[in-house]
């Protein structure tokens, strides 16, 4: 029986994880119920520490509860003369201790009210001592705290309070230690359990014959595995703390029952993954054989796949030879007709390169002649202007329509002179009021805005000076304000934002149309780079507007608005040195 190399790594995969997570499995269900044991072992080791800290604030807060009692002035008078109202009085005295019954002792040490309680402690009493222990009396199992009443500095009986110690203590603690808590009397009778019943009796029996030990100990009772721990109260009787193994371990089948889910999710991923990493180890066999089909046909195009693994990479390459060495044998048979064609086709090529060139140098002595005759029509449209601006001196805004024309048509002359000859250095020297240039391109601005609702606001300072020429700088602010109008179509808003730092002025174009693409904005500055459709859209634009900026020692950047869409264009230029801006002044 024939397999596939993709089944047979496929089954090894599959043996490999079967390998690694079965006894992985098993160390971990063990360990689980390592941990959950040991976790049970720690917190009842805890326990008799609770205990003792428990009856230490329970003995302080009831031996002032004695000693209230015992000092109130009206009872000791009371004690003295064996007066029935004592009895009325320390009972209301300890309503105000909830959970607590009066104890009064009279001046021959017998009770008045209360259990019985051991003479040794009311010895303690008549030397000024304030005993707080737990007995067994009368009454029953508790706890009392007593205080010497006094009458004229001598001792005349003794008062306190008595807890019973029940299942409502037992229960306390069990919340405390979380634990079932089995309290023995100091007869070693059963005071309180807080477990379940069928064992308590068992359990009782079994601790009363073990001594007291605050190690944690392990008992078998009716086939169940008990963890105890026990502690010493004061006065006597004990505190032994229960937790059943079987109820703390009965969370382990669900845990295994997640664990096995678990197993099962990870190996169907292994599987998933092992498929496809043996379905990549194995495609390039497939591949090979594939393209040893098409040879045979007598293709030698097809194509063969390469392995990560060095072996299976080397088969390939050497069949790849292997073709490569046959194609040529082949090639070499049609060499004439190859050649022949080889060569039609690269006069094709030569041909095609010299129309282009021809169109190439067509175009640029176009543009040359362009500039050349541009600059007579705009001296002549600047002479009429200029008479008709003699002509309007009463019309001040048809004067200053005029002036604003014959300003441009003079930046026309220039930018046409430039073109003619690129290679000619300019002056960088001259400075300007950059607020003034933005006030004035925003003038110009407006003025061929149309019908469009596009407003262009200036927020600058009185006055920034900076190291640039007027032309050029106004050249730029034009370049970056038509972009944004084109940006907007027939609505929004355009800010020219001046302000002066300490050695840069800072003079920002911001719109709110629709921004600058990701892609685009590495590329806004690059020559011939442009986003227009339409033929205005040439691409040289922002181009020649870093190339101006740089050239007078500045910088320009573009982004995008961080508080809503629009572009923001950033120009940083030197301001006017402050020497020059005195004599200026």
Known sequence: MKVSLN???LGLVLVVILVGLIPAAILLDKHLVEGLEQGVRDDLAAAPLVLAARFENQAGARMMHAKELASHPALGPMVVVNDERAVALAASVTDAFPGEDPILIGGDGQRVVGPTVPGALIDVTRSGGMPVQVIQSDLGFGAVALAPITVNG?????????????????????????????????DEALAAYTGRAEPAM??????????VSEEVREFELAGERYLVVSGFLPGGGRASFVRALAEELAVVPDLQVIGAGVLGLTLLLALFIGAGFASHLARPFGSLASAADRISEGHFDATVEHSFVKEVDQVSAAFEAMRDALARRIEELAGANAELEDRQERLTVLQAELVQRDRLS????LLAQLAHEVRNPVASVRNCLEILRRRVDEDEEASELADLAIDEL???????????????????????????????????????????DIDVQVVASTSVP??????????????????????LGSSGTITIRVEAGLINARIDVVDDGHGISDDALPQ?????????SDVRGVGLGLFTAAGLVRGHGGRIAAANRSDRSGARLTIEIPLLEPSVQEAMA
Request: a negative charge; glycine letters at 6%; proline letters at 5%.
């Open 362 to 365: 067509a175009a640029s002595r």
């Open 7 to 9: 089944t047979a790594l």
């Open 466 to 487: 900076v190291d640039v020429p007027a032309d050029a700088l106004k050249q730029v602010l034009l370049n970056l304000v038509q972009n944004a109008q084109d940006a």
């Open 154 to 186: 001598r001792w005349a009986g003794a008062a306190g309070v008595w807890v019973p110690i029940a299942e409502e203590e037992a229960a306390q603690l069990s919340v405390l230690t979380r634990s079932d808590v089995l309290l023995m009397a100091p």
């Open 410 to 452: 003079l930046r026309m002359h220039e930018l046409a002179e430039q073109m003619l000859d690129l290679h000619r250095p300019h002056s960088a020297e001259g400075d300007c009021d950059a607020a003034a240039v933005a006030e004035d391109v925003a003038a110009v601005v407006r003025v061929g805005l149309g019908d469009a």
């Open 524 to 532: 806004v500055f690059d020559p011939f780079f442009t986003t227009k």
């Open 202 to 211: 068992g359990l009782f029996g079994l601790l009363a014959e073990q001594p």
